[in-house]
């Protein structure tokens, strides 16, 4: 039996019974990786003795009695997370030979609770990109088309879960870096409420571990189906013990509905800076038609929803703030110049990135005081609305393109270029207030490519979108394997 493209809770089930033991799982998962691999780049630093071990300590400890709700089951991790005895570059070449001393919070949680870490998974250069490729590891290849990227910056994971190398993985998100993979690759992925999920140790090689409370980052889970996100998300969530002084269990509230008909749902589909390509207006009215068919009710507007063309701005004002920290003092005072020249009537998305730039303590309060207030707005939308549907990005997967400048990029929306960066309001839409929001697959283009939407739930209601996704993947389908 082929196991690599099985679920973690059918995996799980498996290892229960005896029907499989930990180390066939691992063994069949390496396999995999050594035999297709090689054509899709995802696994950028393999781990295989260590795996090997850890399978048979998992199966020693099943027979003892143990019941770890990972227990023996194969995973990767995002390179940017530090492994103890594995490099953390960040795809940066000058830290190509960093090897951190000790675990990330997340990575202990899933050994912890026995998950068996096949190895790391490629990135962009400093997580800062769209797809995932750098100088040390190479080019990540979309499994459906290796023409085209899988996403970024936790591309490699999305690659690796669709090519069937582990059944879990985790990765972090702070401008669609969970979402859009999991939507070019047709995967599951779910960006959990800011500050759930602790984040020390997923941390830059120039940077100590410590447990910062991150701005607009988030670490989660990334799977072939909505069940093991919520299997993932559970081992994940909680504060960092060193901030507590013990580790703190956290118990989210219940998903509001158990039944796909009790759902109050939103659908957008339009965005006031970018259009919506066609494959992806069409995914997201077949889940809106899906809704309507369960019985769901279903709007596809409301005066309650934050205005949308502000959001973008202040997303990426507050985005692009601290991109400039370690400048040196004769760039950023270049850039404060510029920034000093825009037209105070300038409310493009590149003036309010460059003007983020360079935001001093008090503007940044003033952002995000306006931030506040979204999150006052989404509050009031959530009590009429249980969850809003709508796209992770305009487009599928598009071609690889590594040209130096992304400023100079362009994405192509139905025939017409557009601002590369531009594509990222739609994943801010939910970054910026800090919600959660749960990417699933809705089918693929006319190309073939995967499409996938996202579910923003109330913060701190997690489950809600995560249950949505449960019940819309039994009601359109999920995850399908690439050819």
Known sequence: MDWNFRTAEELGAALRTGEV???????????????????????????????RAAARDADEARARGDVRPLLGIPVTVKESYNVAGLPTTWGMPPHRDHLPAEDAVQVSRLKAAGAVVLGKTNVPVGLQDIQSFNGIYGTTNNPWDHGRTPGGSSGGS?????????????????????????????????????GLAATRGMVSPTAPALPTELDLAVVGPMA???????????????????????????TLPPARHDRLGDFRVLVLEDHPFIPTGEAVRAGVNRVADALADGGAHVE??????????????????????????????????????????????????????????????????????????HRHGWRQLFARFDVVVCPITP?????????????????????????????????????????????????????????????????????????????????????????
């Open 21 to 51: 033991t930990s180390a066939q799982l691992t063994d069949e998962a390496i396999s995999g990786i050594e035999r297709d691999d090689k054509a899709v780049n995802a696994i950028c630093v393999p781990d295989f003795d260590r795996a």
């Open 158 to 194: 999305a690659a690796a879960l669709a090519s069937g190398f582990g059944a879990l993985s985790i990765g972090s998100d702070l401008a669609g870096s969970l979402r859009t993979p999991a939507h070019f690759c047709g995967v599951y992925a779910h960006k959990p409420t800011i």
């Open 224 to 250: 072939r189906t909505a069940r093991d996100l919520t299997l993932l998300l559970d081992v994940m969530a909680g504060p960092d013990p060193l901030t507590f002084g013990v580790a703190h269990d956290v």
């Open 300 to 373: 596809r507007g409301s005066r309650l929803l934050p205005d949308l063309a502000e959001a973008a701005l202040l997303y990426r004002q507050l985005l692009f703030s601290g991109a400039t920290a370690h400048f040196p003092v004769e760039a950023y005072e270049q850039l404060q110049e510029r920034a000093a020249r825009l037209d105070a009537d300038d409310l493009s998305l590149d003036a309010a990135g460059l003007r983020g730039m360079v935001l001093s303590h008090r503007d940044w309060i003033e952002v995000t005081n306006r931030r506040e207030v």
């Open 395 to 483: 487009t599928p997967a598009f071609p690889h393109d590594h040209h130096p400048d992304p400023l100079e990029r362009r994405i192509d929306i139905d025939g017409v270029e557009h601002p590369y960066f531009d594509q990222l309001v739609w994943a801010g839409l939910a970054t910026m207030p800090g919600l959660p929001a749960t990417a699933i697959p809705t089918g693929r283009s006319a190309q073939g490519l995967p499409v996938g939407v996202q579910l923003i739930g109330p913060m701190f209601e997690d489950r809600t979108p995560l249950r949505l996704a449960e019940l819309l993947e039994q009601s359109i389908g999920g995850f399908q394997a690439p050819k």
